[in-house]
């Protein structure tokens, strides 16, 4: 029951990551075909992101109140809405409106998830959970590619990866028994209801704030690396839209390829460890954006995606052992929310910064996200010696 569960729970991962590479690879086109400014792909990700912080602030309470299978259900249905709405959108405000209910979505299914791999399952299912994550990231470009290049259309990228959505949903729907008879949900559950915080009393938490400013760091860098990659590749070194589409899933294709190994690693490693050699890699993937020759700035993605697979999933599967079992859906709550707030103002600034100056700063900025993501990870070591 449970090998099985975890297998549904894979499957809603890759759903999770499937829409969240198609903006970037959609926007070099999308922007004129709007006529808006390019800067604006960074409005409807804060859209997005605030949708989520949403949920995961709420993620508790829901869990108590509809258990994990019913919030995951509907929250993918909530994702597939927004995708097929943008899929037949002509104006800017659509997409924003509709960028509401996937933000919605995807904050319940990350909060809720995270915590559950996290409390029930060994270290390696946690890196294997966000290797599915970029599954679903790193097949959308191709998808969205393949639009662009063969159907002469944006819409249908957006409409193959809703209509997928819509079907993954109907599975857990489908699979709501599996849920409800699964012993350590019920656990979970009881955990979050007996033991309520307020947030006075979370971010009291010794280390909780280094914690989420980490989370805030580093979900800033990867979001900004994904929605600008394509946008890089194009004004820096002068691909093609549909070119820089595929090119920029390098970085997805870098993290899942990643995920995967760590998995192993995770069984030998600690997760301090691990956040460490993920922080030298993505610094290493920097340096090769800074070499002047574009064929170094696709290899600096894929790098910078290797480097970034550990960090998340390492981060997320401490919380319990760090911070308590009793606290840990709490914790995830809020840290889910940090790392939205990152994607909420960091790639909108980033955006700013390449319309104004140059798109060619992306390495330095890059750079400065993750030397935070570093002091921050020492932090916590610092105060949660048991770690």
Not at 191 to 215: D, H, N, Q, Y
């Amino acid at each position: 029951m449970g090998s099985l569960l975890l297998a549904l729970i894979y499957i809603c991962f890759v759903s999770l990551g499937l829409p969240d590479s198609l903006l970037g690879a959609a926007w070099p086109v999308l922007h004129s075909e709007l006529s808006v400014p390019l800067s604006y792909a960074g409005i409807i990700s804060m859209t997005i992101c605030l949708g989520t912080i949403l949920s995961s602030l709420l993620s508790g309470r829901l869990l108590a109140r509809f258990g994990a299978g019913r919030v995951t259900a509907v929250s993918i249905a909530l994702t597939a809405l927004g995708l097929f709405g943008f899929s037949v959108s002509t104006e800017f405000w659509m997409f924003i409106l509709l960028a509401i209910p996937y933000g919605l979505g995807a904050g319940g299914v990350d909060s809720i998830l995270n915590n559950y791999v996290a409390l029930h399952y060994k270290p390696q299912h946690m890196s294997w959970l966000h290797c599915m994550w970029g599954v679903g990231a790193s097949i959308s470009p191709y998808i969205m590619s393949f639009a662009l290049l063969r159907l002469d259309s944006w819409s249908y990228g957006y409409l193959a990866v809703g209509a997928v959505q819509a079907v993954l949903s109907a599975i857990v729907f489908i699979s709501l028994p599996l849920w409800s008879n699964n012993k350590e949900g019920r656990e979970q559950t009881r955990e979050v209801v007996s033991r309520p915080m307020s947030f006075r009393e979370i971010f009291a938490i010794k280390g909780a704030t280094a914690c989420f400013l980490m989370f805030f760091c580093y979900c800033a860098m990867e979001l900004t690396t994904s929605l600008w990659a394509s946008t890089y590749l194009v004004q820096k070194w002068g691909f093609a839209p549909e070119t820089a589409a595929g090119f920029g899933s390098m970085f997805y294709i870098g993290i899942t390829l990643g995920r995967l190994g760590n998995g192993f690693l995770a069984m030998r490693l600690g997760d301090r460890f691990l956040i460490r050699i993920g922080v030298a890699t993505v610094a290493a993937g920097i340096l090769l954006l800074l070499i002047p020759h574009s064929l170094f700035s696709v290899a600096g993605f894929i790098v910078i995606g290797l480097g970034c697979a550990p960090i998340y999933p390492c981060i997320i599967h401490m919380t319990p052992d760090v911070f308590g079992r009793e606290k840990s859906q709490a914790m995830m709550g809020v840290q889910i929310a940090f790392a939205y707030v990152g994607f909420l103002v960091m790639p909108p600034l980033f955006g700013v910064i390449a319309e104004r100056v140059s798109v060619s700063l992306l390495p330095l900025f890059l750079l400065g996200s993750l030397f935070l993501v570093f002091i921050m990870h020492e932090t916590v070591i610092a105060k949660r010696k048991n770690i």
